[in-house]
């Protein structure tokens, strides 16, 4: 029965994040091309940032790989969003929605767009 809810859970977000990434026009795989890649100093800088907060995720099995998943998909948020960022967090966010697509990096990162620009109030996280 577990198993079952968590799937369950898992495929209405993304149809959740789905649904709002075609309201809003965007095309999921150029998002996820520009996210990829580190492009200037300033990603190095929240990448650091984000190193910082890791080891206080305090999820149980959120060592070595998984951190390595987590600052990935913290990262790419970061620069799909520089007015937003990082803040700190975003690693309790990200670790939780992890566990819940089961390490699934990419569509960790579109519920987590859609989390934090779909459901929350705008302007939740500006600086």
């Known amino acids: 029965m577990h198993i079952w809810v968590l799937f369950t859970f898992r495929k209405l977000w993304e149809n959740l994040a789905d649904q709002y990434l075609q309201q809003r026009g965007l095309d999921w795989a150029r998002v996820v091309a520009k996210c990829k890649a580190f ?3 300033r990603d190095e ?3 650091d940032q984000i190193q910082k907060d890791l080891h206080r995720t305090g999820c149980t099995g959120f060592t070595g790989a998984e ?11 970061a620069k799909w969003n520089p007015s937003v960022g990082y803040c700190q967090g975003f690693n309790m966010i990200g670790a939780m929605l992890l566990q819940m697509t089961g390490e699934d990096e990419l569509l960790t990162l579109k519920i987590f767009v859609f989390l934090i620009e779909g459901i929350l109030p705008q302007g939740y996280f500006s600086q």
């Open 39 to 41: 492009e200037n100093a």
């Open 67 to 77: 951190q390595a998943v987590l600052k990935r998909v913290l990262v790419a948020y």
């Open 45 to 47: 800088e929240i990448a």
